[in-house]
Structure formats: structure tokens, C-alpha cells
């Protein structure tokens, strides 16, 4: 069975950082591209990260452009988003979830966490 589980997030003020993390089991962790999402109150899901299978090559969104990274530790089944300079419009649910390659669309991620809240404070 399948897990992945996230944690780290928490409230913070705006400019802040926060370290997400999160746990895969289940699979063959080093074989998937991993990614993270966010979702708002009444929005969308957004793509913001994603790492390839070896952690060499990543992909953003606009949104977090110089202010967040990820990576990852494949003997350790951990993929992580960094996360600096926090502003408000960050505040949502944080998702991890695996695909076979590296894509930002949700629709091609085949497993996805529960999700971790951060909020941002002004």
C-alpha cells in the first residue's frame, strides 16, 4: 500500500520560512518523479514543485520563482519543499504526490498525500 505523508507545515509571519517534508512507503521510491501542490480555500489545485526520479532536474511555477525549492533523498524515501519568503497568498493545503516522470499537471500524478496546512500571516 501506498503512503505518502507530509508534514512541517504550521503558521508563520509573512517572510518566514518553512521546511516541508514528505514520507514515502509503498513504492519504488527512486522510480517516480515527485511533486508538490497547494490549494486554497475555493481554488484550484497548483502545481508549485516537481523533482525528477534521480533529484537532478526540477520544475517551478511562477508563483514561487526564487523563493521556494525542493528536493529530495531517495535512500531515505523523503522529498522536501523548501519554502522562503512566505507571503500570505501561500497559505494552503500542501500536497506530495508521485508520478512516473516529472509533470505539472495533477492529473498525471498517480499518488498524493493528505496534505499539510500552512498559513501566512501578515
Known amino acids: 500500500q501506498v503512503e505518502l505523508v507530509e508534514s512541517g507545515g504550521g503558521v508563520v509571519q509573512a517572510g518566514g520560512s518553512l521546511k516541508l517534508s514528505c514520507a514515502a512507503s509503498?513504492?519504488?521510491?527512486?522510480?517516480?518523479?515527485m511533486g508538490w501542490f497547494r490549494q486554497a480555500p475555493g481554488q484550484q489545485r497548483e502545481f508549485v514543485y516537481a523533482?525528477?526520479?534521480?533529484?537532478?532536474?526540477?520544475f517551478r511555477g511562477d508563483s514561487v520563482a526564487g523563493r521556494f525549492s525542493i528536493s529530495r533523498e531517495n535512500s531515505k524515501n523523503m522529498v522536501y519543499l523548501h519554502m522562503n519568503v512566505l507571503h500570505p497568498a501561500d497559505s494552503a493545503v500542501y500536497y506530495c504526490?508521485?508520478?512516473?516522470?516529472?509533470?505539472?499537471?495533477?492529473?498525471?500524478?498517480?499518488?498524493w498525500g493528505q496534505g499539510t496546512q500552512v498559513t501566512v500571516s501578515s
Open positions: 504526490a508521485a508520478a512516473k516522470s516529472l509533470r505539472t499537471h495533477s492529473l498525471a500524478y498517480e499518488y
Open positions: 509503498g513504492l519504488a521510491f527512486s522510480s517516480y518523479a
Open positions: 523533482i525528477t526520479r534521480s533529484g537532478v532536474s526540477t
